[in-house]
């Protein structure tokens, strides 16, 4: 079964303490996306990769750091420069082109 | 600045009829629309999506209509069922870039 897959589900973090968050597809698209869902806010743009080993800044990149070495796998590192990193995060992927973006099913971080 | 914006938080509508939920956005260049439903602490899934060349697009119950010059689309469904409830997306992206979400709309369909 083709998919993207973000783990762990729930993850939990101390204040000062870096943490990545995995997600990692098998659709063979070339773009890969992180998005932050807080109440209210719907979905911002941390950070995308249209291909290996390059990337972009989206709206709200401040306190997040991404590596695209394998066009599989995006992972997110929440470092603790995030002023509020409290959210659910959504990992998505699409092929190039006018293409619905597919997404994993989240993961949801809160800092203790 | 928001480029896509969903100005009613949420809709209440009855089992069987039409659901309308609007979208506005600003940006001249976005040239392809998506809508999306999501469940709480679940991931978005696809709905239907609409290209910049055209202004209609059906799928089942679901009906998506643009309007370029208004800079708006909106998603139809009819006729509702309870099943429907969930907060929908609006997306719109320029090329095939990232997509730019709107901030939702939560419908909630009662019998």
């Known amino acids: 079964d083709g998919g993207i897959t973000q783990s762990p589900k729930y993850l939990f973090r101390k204040e000062g303490q870096n943490v990545t968050l995995s997600c990692e597809q098998n659709l063979n698209h070339d773009a890969m996306y992180w998005y932050r869902q807080d109440p209210g806010q719907g979905l911002r743009l941390i950070y995308y990769s249209q291909i290996v080993n390059d990337f972009q800044k989206g709206d709200i990149a401040e306190g997040y750091s991404v590596s695209r070495e394998k066009k599989e796998s995006f992972p997110l590192t929440v470092t603790s420069a995030q002023k509020n990193p409290t959210a659910f995060y959504l990992c998505?992927?699409?092929?190039?082109?006018?293409?619905?973006?597919?997404f994993g099913q989240g993961t949801r971080l809160t800092v203790v | 600045d928001q480029q896509v914006k969903q100005n009613s938080p949420s809709l209440s509508v009855q089992e069987g009829r039409i659901s309308i939920l609007n979208c506005d956005y600003t940006n001249s260049m976005f040239d392809y629309f998506l809508w999306y439903k999501k469940y709480p602490a679940e991931g978005p899934t696809f709905l239907i999506s609409?290209?910049?060349?055209?202004d209609k697009n059906e799928d089942g119950r679901f009906t998506v209509f643009l309007n370029k010059s208004a800079k708006h689309l909106s998603l139809h469904i009819v006729p509702s069922q309870p099943g429907d409830s969930a907060v929908y997306f609006c997306?719109?992206?320029?090329?095939?870039?990232?997509?730019?979400f709107g901030k939702g709309t939560s419908l909630l369909v009662t019998p």
């Open positions: 997306a719109a992206s320029v090329a095939g870039y990232a997509l730019n």
């Open positions: 998505a992927s699409t092929n190039s082109g006018n293409t619905e973006a597919f």
């Open positions: 609409i290209s910049s060349i055209k």
